[in-house]
């Protein structure tokens, strides 16, 4: 996954909302991938940057789709997964970050 993979997020039926989550699960392994006790090169900090910038889009469009598909218990369902899967990105991904900074600052001393 690269950081232009990032999904624009326009749900408008059942499949759209399902192209979404399994988009968000696939940022989710490859969250889960990135090595921890080593320096990220250049393309995994830059997708995990954009992944930072794009979540508050994200959880803005899923609770936005909530209210517009709110009788629709199929869609619903779908979504709460979507926002289940993203709701711990964030976190995580700051982490990763910060853990990769103090990585660099080690090596520089």
Known sequence: MRGSDLPVIDISDLDDAQNILAAIEELVEYIEDVERDKIMSDEVEETLTMALDWYPYAVSCLVDAEVE???????????QDAKDALDPLQYTIEQLLNDNDDLKEALED
């Open 69 to 79: 598909f709110e009788h629709d218990a199929a869609i619903q369902e779908v979504l």
